[in-house]
């Protein structure tokens, strides 16, 4: 039962996937992208967890590289894609100042 | 904190998730999209410090405060031409902490069930290929790795060792054999970097969003085991998304997927068609006066003016001639840059405002209107062997009419082919002049050489 609960999650997540960015236009591609890239850093999450129950060097050195990349992963992500959006939002005003000049 | 207060939590994440990547994909709140995945991220990070019965907080600590400073760092600095592969760096850390959770798994002997060791086992496969994949890709688009290389048979070896890897995938789950875990990561890392090594720069893009969203599968599959509902929401909902996304690229670059990973572009062998005429070369200063006296002119730029930081010159030169009265447009192809959209962020970087820029499909009719058409530092995107030549592996793909312009001026580093090795008929068409030199410097001499003509 319990997996079958879990085929359910699989499913809806994908078709929520699927139709959360069906519409979305060329510019916004790249910082699509990288926002999901950004959001599939929650890998970190499971990287603690894991490591949260580490015994012995080997697994603790496994999970420890684990949480170095998933903070990387999550933290990178959301740096780059911060940037990238930040060129859409502050060019805003200039454009409406110079097609007032115009 | 309780279990249940720790999943309440994570639902919560999980919708902050959703409810980003839905804000993501509209210019008005796109903004506001990544601030609210960017707090259930942080949300998340602190609950999890709190789950009852973990150990090695402290670790935890250093390596998330390491990962992240160097991730920031690096994120910050990097220059906006090199977005692209800071996010194939970003997306292999992912594959590779998905795939280091599986071992961690195998190691710990903690599954006890076939459908867990099952997920566990593609989980790390598709996490270490995205990994290997990603880093392959990185070295790619860095110039690191320069060559694209392939193998006689590599179609062939390709399935031979992905088969290898399957039947070894098996043998984990039937066994949890510690040498066969070890084999199963070393031969689906490999296979993350043969599957890349032979793929063109041109086609980089598809396949860094194809890695993407397989990061985002390995990451879902891993949430099962570990029993994380958060994980699999996200990491599917990213291997969804990312899949369509990977669509729409390779629709918008006339690509098929399955083209840009069994038969990739390489040039040289397929150069196509003789192409009829000489390239001839103009001045700085005729560039300008062209452009002076013209009514409409449209730009088109492409990676060469990225790379060569030349987006604040170029926009200088428009303000120059909207100053003269002339009309200028930019035209983006979809594909312009590295990536889709990649050129905008760097127009809009440089200043250019929204209403200046314009899609293939709103501007390429009129090119047969336009003076003069310049392009800088593009060159598939505007070569009009796509419509004609059927033997040109870029046949069909859509291109912006510059060849439709009554002048196109080229700016253009060399006499050499472009990125994809193809000859461009556009530069020995009677109506083409080339322009020589980097774009920063050739659009710095047209600007000095405008301002002698206002």
């Known amino acids: 039962m319990i997996d079958l609960l879990y085929v359910y999650i699989f499913v809806l997540a994908a078709l929520v996937g699927y139709e959360v960015i069906s519409h979305v236009p060329v510019i916004l591609h790249t910082p699509l992208m990288s926002g999901s890239n950004f959001i599939h850093g929650v890998v970190l999450v499971g990287a603690m967890y894991t490591l949260g129950h580490a015994e012995g060097p080997l697994q603790i050195t496994l999970g420890f590289l684990a949480v170095l990349l998933g903070a990387a992963n999550a933290a990178g992500g959301y740096v780059v894609t911060e940037r990238m959006l930040g060129m859409f939002a502050s060019k805003k005003k200039p454009a409406a100042q110079i097609a007032r000049e115009r | ?454």
């Open chain 2, 1 to 454: 904190m309780t279990f249940v207060l720790v999943n309440a939590v994570y639902l919560i994440v999980a919708v902050s998730f959703i409810f980003g990547l839905k804000a993501m994909s509209s210019p008005v709140t796109a903004k506001r999209g990544i601030f609210w995945a960017g707090i259930g991220m942080a949300v998340a990070t602190v609950t999890t410090f709190f789950i009852p019965g973990l150990h090695n907080q402290w670790l935890m600590l250093i390596a998330l405060i390491i990962g992240g400073a160097v991730a920031v760092w690096l994120g910050r600095t990097v220059k906006m031409t090199d977005m692209p592969q800071m996010v194939a760096v970003y997306n292999g850390m992912g594959g590779g902490a998905a795939a280091l959770i599986a071992a961690m798994e195998f190691a710990g002997g903690q599954i006890d069930r076939p459908v867990t060791a099952i997920m566990a086992v593609l989980g790390a496969l598709i996490g270490s290929v995205a990994f290997s994949g990603s880093i392959v890709a990185f070295l790619k688009l860095q110039g690191i790795m320069k060559k694209a290389l392939t193998l006689p048979g590599q179609n062939l070896a390709n399935l031979v060792l992905a088969l290898v890897v399957v039947v070894l995938g098996v043998v984990v789950v039937l066994t949890q054999n510690p040498v066969a875990v070890i084999f199963f990561f070393l031969l689906a890392l490999l296979l993350g970097v043969v599957l890349v090594s032979p793929i063109g720069g041109a086609d980089m893009p598809v396949v860094i969003s194809l890695l993407n969203a397989f990061t985002g599968l390995a990451v879902g599959f891993e949430g099962y085991v570990l029993g994380n509902p958060a994980l699999i929401i996200a990491g599917i909902v990213v291997g969804a998304s990312g899949t369509l996304l990977t669509q729409l690229m390779a629709k918008a670059m006339n690509r098929p997927i399955r083209n840009v990973i069994f038969t990739p572009i390489t040039g040289e062998a397929q150069a196509g068609g003789q192409i009829e005429g000489t390239m001839k070369e103009m001045s700085p200063m005729d560039a300008a006066a062209a452009m002076r006296y013209a009514e409409k002119v449209i730009i088109i730029p492409g990676y060469g003016m990225a790379v060569a930081g030349a987006q604040h010159k170029v926009w200088e030169m428009t303000k120059l001639l909207n100053d003269a009265g002339v009309e200028v447009k930019f035209a983006i192809h979809p594909v312009a840059g590295r990536m889709p959209g990649h050129m905008n962020v760097l127009l809009a970087e440089a200043g250019v405002p929204y209403d200046m820029i314009f899609d293939l499909d709103e501007i390429n009719d009129e090119f047969a209107q336009t003076d003069v058409a310049l392009v800088i530092g593009a060159n598939d995107v505007v070569n009009p062997v796509a419509r004609t030549d059927k033997n040109s592996p870029i046949y069909g793909m859509p291109i912006l009419n510059a060849d439709q312009a009554h002048q196109a001026i080229v700016i253009k580093r060399g006499r050499g082919a472009g990125y994809s090795g193809i000859e461009n008929a556009l530069f020995f068409a009677d109506n083409t002049s080339m322009l020589y030199g980097s774009a920063q410097q050739a659009v710095a001499d047209v600007v000095a050489d405008l301002k002698t003509l206002l």
